[in-house]
């Protein structure tokens, strides 16, 4: 399959927390692209419906969260790319985003994966954590059969024990026959999952590390879930980079 090389940064809040953590986002997102000169598209997630624990916050919902991500991509002309849990959400999600990401848990949910390919939209799937990269061809023929425009795979770590994860770089070139584009999932590859009692904890330390490790291994795209102020952030805090710091990174991948 003809892979993309142009290099493609996804970045954003793991979970939509306010309008006001959107615009502050999207707009370094927009300053970054205009310095760096490179693709950027727009995530957030309006739903974490595979917290750890029930107390923990989940997002603000379909409708008010497609809202929210629809105004951000009118203002800043940000493309944009959010996740479903079920197959109905395809349809709406479809409406509002360019990109359509089906989590790792979920890879080989065959509703989800037909419902997010008749939508029309590019469909990234991320790797199971149990799963190696050449079993990603099933997820992949199940999109592109069901009439799926473009499929991208995600690379974010296998499980290795309890409460951690372990990458395997070489899944990124076994996955590249599969897909028109590999991405590496900078910062949830850096879990710690149910780790942090009752939380998913992690070290962000490691995301550049990640991220420059897959550009050798041919990568084309990054995942990264940026904060202003991840410590206090109400998803993922523990992985996701600070927003002040993604720009460099960014020019490292790029350049």
């Known amino acids: 399959m003809d892979m993309d090389t142009t290099p493609v940064i996804i970045a954003g809040p793991c979970v939509i927390e306010s309008e006001e953590l959107?615009?502050?986002?999207?707009?370094?997102?927009?300053?970054?692209r205009k310095e760096r000169g490179v693709d950027i598209i727009f995530k957030a997630s309006f739903d974490k419906a595979n917290r750890t624990s029930l107390r923990s916050f989940r997002g603000p919902g379909l409708e008010e969260g497609l809202r929210m991500m629809a105004d951000m991509a009118e203002r800043y002309s940000l493309r944009l790319t959010t996740d479903i849990h079920e197959a109905w959400q395809a349809g709406p999600v479809g409406e509002v985003v360019d990109?359509?990401?089906?989590?790792?848990?979920?890879c080989r949910q065959t509703d989800m994966l037909v419902a997010a390919a008749r939508t029309g939209k590019i469909v990234n799937i991320k790797k199971a954590q149990f799963l190696s990269g050449e079993d990603m061809k099933y997820p992949a023929a199940k999109v592109r059969e069901s009439g799926g425009a473009e499929v991208w795979l995600t690379e974010r770590g296998n499980s290795f024990g309890y409460n951690n994860l372990v990458v395997d770089f070489r899944n990124i070139p076994d996955m590249r026959p599969y897909a028109s584009r590999v991405v590496m999932d900078c910062t949830h590859s850096v879990q710690?999952?149910?780790?942090?009692?009752?939380?998913?904890?992690?070290?962000?330390?490691?995301v550049p590390a990640m991220a420059l490790a897959a550009k050798a291994f041919g990568a084309t795209g990054y995942f990264l879930e940026v904060h202003p102020d991840p410590d206090h952030a109400l998803s993922d805090g523990p992985n996701m980079l600070p927003l002040s710091e993604l720009s460099g990174l960014v020019g490292e991948l790029v350049r």
């Open 192 to 206: 710690r999952p149910g780790g942090a009692d009752g939380k998913t904890g992690g070290d962000r330390r490691f």
């Open 99 to 106: 990109v359509i990401q089906i989590p790792a848990f979920l």
């Open 22 to 32: 959107l615009d502050t986002v999207a707009r370094e997102l927009v300053r970054i």
